[in-house]
């Protein structure tokens, strides 16, 4: 069964940092370019990709309104994808998701930055950033 499952969400005021980690399982983690998505409170999910790292980790990309704060990672060994979130803003407030495809090996984030394929999604880390 493929799972994506998120975890290190939570509740940071203004100029904190929290680490999200999305451990992945029932495919070859490493044949994949994967990132984040998060859904802020009325709006769309795949409409704000935050980050996209390449299978091997060697490319990124990030958001304009993430550049400069936010950081992503991956261990290949642990089948685990990280985004390091510093300097949290209020509008960074949302729920921060892992995608990914399985089907075939897509190794390259797509041309806007997110990965090519999602059709794994993990369940969901709500961060919280207080003013």
């Known amino acids: 069964e493929v799972q994506l499952v998120e975890s290190g969400g939570g509740l940071v005021q203004a100029g904190g940092s929290l680490r999200l980690s999305c451990v992945a399982s029932?495919?070859?983690?490493?044949?994949?370019?994967i990132g984040w998505f998060r859904q802020a409170p009325g709006k769309e999910r795949e409409g704000d990709g935050v980050?996209?790292?390449?299978?091997?980790?060697?490319?990124?990309y990030y958001a304009d309104s993430v550049k400069g704060r936010f950081t992503i990672s991956r261990d290949n060994a642990k089948n685990t994808l990280y985004l390091q979130m510093n300097s949290l803003k209020p509008e960074d407030t949302a729920v921060y998701y892992c995608?990914?495809?399985?089907?075939?090996?897509?190794?390259?984030?797509?041309?806007?930055?997110?990965?090519?394929?999602?059709?794994?999604w993990g369940q969901g880390t709500l961060v919280t950033v207080s003013s």
């Open positions: 995608a990914s495809g399985y089907l075939f090996p897509l190794y390259q984030c797509s041309d806007d930055g997110c990965p090519p394929s999602r059709d794994a």
């Open positions: 029932g495919f070859t983690f490493d044949d994949y370019a």
């Open positions: 980050s996209c790292i390449e299978n091997a980790g060697g490319t990124t």
